[in-house]
């Protein structure tokens, strides 16, 4: 298996001089995939996805996200077009159930169906520390694959990703934190997940008006905090005035990102560990 195939070479990897400034990678558990098939696959997610589904490539991963009716992030992550008639899309491992039940309906009247990706494969997420771009996932299926990659990173732990994540205002939202924000909220225009110019998709309007009117209360903050054990997803933050702030959107060792009213002010509470605001974007 190529899990196995991927251990074996991460242990056996011999620790090299400037490996530090090498690019990294880590092994997402977090992250599954999506294979969406049909011969009007693209057409059909067009209509679904935030992203403008005719700029997908080969050799690259977009980032993408699902909205409700409400414009509300059901799940984001990258897609990818795969082999002919394929897309694939990583999202959060929490989802994959909550999205195909989400879809089954809208599926069930297209050519174009839906299934977890199960065959041998791995989900890496990779990033250099030497650019302040966002970092990104990549789809691996084979064992040279693999020893491509170990040319060429330096291979570090899931929660390095999570915190290199969190430093760049990258979340994916999870089974806790699904359905509650609009894509602005997570910081995905930013990123590039939503196009306002491909035309109309689920939740289209509610995500567009919100754009153009001004009408985003809320945006994603990195707090900072001093404790061993950090707040989970969908905790919620108070200000310094005791009142509701906003929620947790991902945490990862000392930091955490919350979506937060524009008007909050710190310092900040999370079930009763203190919490300040990283200044910067």
Not at 46 to 55: A, I, P, V
Not at 137 to 152: M, R
């Amino acid at each position: 298996m190529l899990f196995d195939y991927w251990q074996k070479s991460a242990s056996s990897m011999p620790a090299e001089p400037g490996a530090e400034r090498r690019t990294r990678m880590a092994l997402l558990n977090e992250a599954q995939a999506l294979t969406f098939t049909g011969e009007d696959v693209l057409s059909f997610l067009q209509g679904y996805f935030t992203c403008d589904l005719s700029r997908l490539r080969e050799d690259s991963y977009t980032p993408t996200a699902l909205t409700n009716l409400k414009g509300r992030v059901v799940a984001n992550g990258w897609s990818h077009l795969g082999a002919e008639h394929q897309v694939n899309w990583i999202l959060h491992r929490s989802l994959t159930a909550r999205v195909a039940e989400f879809m089954k309906p809208y599926l069930a009247f297209s050519r174009t169906t839906l299934q977890p990706r199960d065959d041998d494969h791995l989900i890496i997420g990779s990033w250099s520390d030497a650019s302040t771009s966002a970092p990104a996932p990549l789809i691996v299926d084979g064992a040279a694959a693999i020893d491509s990659l170990f040319q060429q990173h330096t291979a570090v732990s899931e929660q390095q990703w999570q915190q290199r994540c969190i430093s760049t205002h990258v979340v994916m939202v999870n089974e806790v934190t699904a359905e509650q924000f609009l894509p602005q909220m997570l910081g995905l225009v930013q990123l590039g997940a939503v196009d306002f110019d491909k035309g109309c998709y689920l939740g289209q309007e509610v995500v567009a008006r919100a754009q153009h009117r001004g009408q985003v209360k809320r945006s994603l903050k990195i707090l900072e905090y001093q404790s061993a054990n950090g707040p989970e997803a969908g905790s919620t933050v108070t200000d310094s005035a005791g009142a509701d702030a906003g929620t947790i959107v991902a945490a990862a060792g000392n930091r955490c990102l919350a979506v937060l009213g524009v008007k909050a002010v710190g310092p900040y509470l999370c079930r009763n560990l203190p919490m300040s605001e990283v200044s910067g974007r």
